[in-house]
């Protein structure tokens, strides 16, 4: 789905990561004093926003703003500016928003939609990585604390003897449409449990150490609604660091239209016809959230037929 991934939230590679630049900290440093540079503040997972959307500093704003930072973190290019992002996280909200002429402190997922695609998306990097670094202070193994580098997208343990490199993590999740063996066209759907009564949404679940992304949407689905599957075909993906997602799209066809829910977290699974799911838009139910692959897996299935 090429042209379509264009469109999918919080992705689209709007910025140049600049990946062999983490390995030049002088260059870094300077970069941070170029007038074309911009930093963006974000205090605990949530962009920090004035009138005109969220803040982007300048070089001669960010002495004091790095100074109170837990993290400064190099993201890429956008043409010849350079971006970062620092965490304010170690303040209070009051003081990070005053400290940077905002109005108030906003996640991200609230703002889709109004924001430009592309700055959502890099507010959605910034976010995932200084997340990360604020649970990942210490090195698993040893305890020592671990310190940043590489522009902030590694961690190095400083305890003795051991020196453990900690890298970004991700944690990937299964986002399954399965389809109905025979006729009529078919999806299945489930209420998950936590969700409002009536709220169905495609199904997912988490990867699980050993698991090729195939296995673990077999398993799922056989756990959770009691579905063999065939034919599972890759959709697309999508990044979600919120806190570190990717969601990685797939559809598969059923042996059967049995469903058995676990009743743990999936509370009912149902299948539905496409004049079924436009019934339910036409109602004013969302399929899905807005900016999820699975709102656009579901949208996709619909005008399939
Ligand atoms: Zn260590």
């Known amino acids: 789905m090429d042209a379509a991934e264009r469109v999918l939230a919080y992705g689209g590679g709007w910025l140049d990561r600049a990946g062999p630049l983490r390995a030049d900290?002088?260059?870094?440093?300077?970069l941070l004093t170029e007038p074309t540079t911009v930093v963006l503040p974000l205090w605990r997972d949530r962009c920090l926003v004035?009138?005109?959307?969220?803040?982007?500093?300048?070089?001669?704003?960010?002495s004091l703003v790095r100074a109170a930072a837990d993290?400064?973190?190099?993201?890429?290019?956008?043409?010849?500016?350079?971006?970062?992002?620092v965490d304010l996280s170690a303040l209070n909200e009051r003081s990070a928003v005053e400290m940077v002429g905002a109005a108030r402190a906003v996640d991200v997922r609230?703002?889709?939609?109004?924001l430009d695609p592309a700055e959502a998306a890099v507010q959605a990097y910034a976010r995932g990585l200084l997340h990360w670094h604020r649970q990942s202070r210490y090195c698993g193994a040893c305890g020592a604390l671990a310190v940043a580098g590489g522009g902030g997208h590694v961690r190095t343990c400083g305890g003795a003897g051991c020196g453990r490199l900690l890298f970004p993590r991700i944690e990937p999740a299964v986002i399954v449409l399965v389809e109905a063996p025979g006729p009529p066209d078919r999806c299945l759907l489930a209420w998950h449990a936590g969700a409002p009564e009536g709220s169905y949404s495609t199904l997912a679940g988490f990867v699980e150490v050993g698991e090729s992304?195939?296995?673990?949407?077999?398993r799922e689905m056989a756990e959770e609604a009691g579905v063999t599957v065939t034919d599972v075909t890759y959709q697309g993906s999508q990044g979600?660091?919120?806190p570190a997602g990717l969601m990685v799209g797939f559809r598969a066809t059923a042996t059967s239209e049995e469903v058995r829910v676990d009743g743990v977290e999936l509370l009912e699974a149902r299948w539905f016809t496409r004049a079924e799911l436009r019934e339910r838009v036409a109602a004013g139910r969302q399929l899905g959230r807005v900016d999820s692959i699975?709102?656009?897996?579901?949208?996709?299935?619909?005008?399939?037929g």
């Open 25 to 30: 900290p002088a260059r870094l440093e300077a």
């Open 50 to 62: 004035d009138g005109d959307g969220p803040v982007r500093l300048t070089a001669d704003r960010t």
């Open 71 to 85: 993290e400064t973190v190099f993201l890429g290019l956008d043409g010849d500016a350079a971006v970062f992002a």
């Open 110 to 114: 609230a703002l889709v939609g109004r």
């Open 213 to 218: 992304l195939e296995d673990a949407v077999r």
């Open 240 to 242: 979600w660091p919120f």
């Open 294 to 304: 699975d709102h656009q897996m579901l949208g996709q299935w619909l005008t399939a």
